[in-house]
């Protein structure tokens, strides 16, 4: 409850990390990297929902990644 507090990702934010070391500890970046971001569809009571108009699926779950253009391997991934 103390974490919910100040990370609004709290009950996810351990699996998160340890799927961004494992995946930084696999791989090491090229040169050519990009930054996606997507909405995932969702439309249940969430603090850090996003409503996003121009989107398709309007509500949802704002999602980061750093990726490695030429292998579509995600480096880094950050919920907003």
């Known amino acids: 409850n103390e974490r919910k507090k100040t990370d ?3 009950a996810i934010s351990d699996l998160l990390d340890t799927f ?4 930084q500890d696999a791989y090491a970046l ?3 990297t990009t ?10 009571h969430c603090a850090f ?3 996003m108009p121009s989107n398709p699926s309007k509500h949802g779950l704002k ?5 490695d253009v030429r ?9 907003q």
């Open 8 to 10: 609004p990702i709290a």
């Open 20 to 23: 961004n070391r494992n995946s």
């Open 63 to 67: 999602v980061q990644c750093l990726v």
């Open 49 to 51: 929902k996003m409503y």
């Open 71 to 79: 292998t579509c391997y995600v480096y880094y991934l950050y919920i």
């Open 30 to 32: 090229k040169a050519n």
């Open 35 to 44: 930054i996606d971001e997507m909405l995932v569809a969702f439309r249940e």
